[in-house]
């Protein structure tokens, strides 16, 4: 006997909670590359060719 199976679609609520899940996890990782970054020297931030300035745009490229 063959069974099937069938996914219901998924509720708007299981989407927004799912959007929110990756919001947090890319916020979180943006965080993370910002704070490491901000720890370094000026010295050492030229050594990987970014300036201080530069910190913010590198880290929300991690987000993306």
Known sequence: MAYMTQTAPRSRFAE????????????????RVRGELEMLSNRE???????????ERVARSAMK
Not at 46 to 54: E, L, N, Q, T, V
């Open 16 to 31: 927004m909670l799912a959007a929110l899940r990756q919001n947090r996890a890319r916020r979180a990782e943006y965080l």
């Open 45 to 55: 931030l030229s050594d990987i060719g970014i300036s201080r300035a530069d910190i």
